[in-house]
Antibody, heavy 123, light 107 residues
Framework: EVQLVESGGGLVQPGGSLRLSCAAS???????????MLWVRQSPGKGLEWVSY????????YYVGSVRGRFTISRDNAKNSLYLQMNSLRAEDTALYYC?????????????WGQGTLVTVSS | EIVLTQSPDFQSVAPKETVTITCRAS??????LHWYQQKPDQSPKLLIK???QSFSGVPSRFSGSGSGTDFTLTISSLEAEDAATYYC?????????FGQGTKVEIK
């Protein structure tokens, strides 16, 4: 079974930076390197917001407009890991950040989710 | 950006009754519309993908239908464990977006 474990969240001041990591395992077809990956966030008590996507080759990335130019998604297929570098953080970036993956190679839907890592941006 | 509007926002339903949640998209998403269940303090779980495909392990009482701009999630014979917030999500057009959620309470 697919397991996604996020880490790296914490308290950071406005304007600061944080790097989230997601350790992935248990993919049924091939390995982590075959799957596209995503980040989705959820502000406290609020709904879900898709943040970013990276394809399996790491050559295609997408971002929601509110983070474009401040966040960078990346992956290390040798380490089965996904990352989100977050710079110039704002109070409105405060959220639980989920790592998510499809269950099918080539798909983009967030089928499996981690438990999330909490990012709090506050002075 | 495609805006997804779910209705209702909240529903209180007795066990064994049927629940219907709708998701209306501001533009066509084709069938790239998916449904998730989120219980308190848990991560979302996929129920239905591409409008009507049941995800592995999901009970058969959950079903989805629709295409274009109008979609429906149906929970037949509601059980106590189905108390949760349900979200629709579209991957038909960037930026991918979620509906605001529908909270289902068990009477």
């Amino acid at each position: 079974e697919v397991q996604l474990v996020e880490s790296g969240g914490g308290l950071v001041q406005p304007g600061g930076s944080l790097r989230l990591s997601c350790a992935a395992s248990g993919f049924s077809f091939g390995s982590f390197s075959n799957y596209n990956m995503l980040w989705v966030r959820q502000s406290p008590g609020k709904g879900l917001e898709w943040v970013s996507y990276i394809d399996w080759t790491a050559t295609t990335t997408y971002y929601v407009g509110s983070v474009r130019g401040r966040f960078t998604i990346s992956r290390d297929n040798a380490k089965n890991s996904l990352y989100l570098q977050m710079n110039s953080l704002r109070a409105e970036d405060t959220a639980l950040y989920y790592c998510a993956s499809p269950s099918v190679v080539g798909h983009t839907t967030p089928d499996y989710w981690g438990q999330g890592t909490l990012v709090t941006v506050s002075s | 950006e495609i805006v997804l509007t779910q209705s209702p926002d909240f529903q209180s339903v007795a066990p064994k009754e049927t629940v219907t949640i709708t998701c209306r998209a501001s533009q066509s998403t084709g069938t790239a519309l998916h449904w998730y269940q989120q219980k308190p303090d848990q991560s979302p779980k996929l129920l239905i993908k591409y409008a009507s495909q049941s995800f592995s392990g999901v009970p058969s009482r959950f079903s989805g239908s629709g295409s274009g701009t109008d979609f429906t999630l149906t929970i037949s014979s509601l059980e106590a464990e189905d108390a949760a917030t349900y979200y629709c999500h579209q991957t038909g057009s960037l930026p991918w977006t979620f509906g605001q959620g529908t909270k289902v309470e068990i009477k």
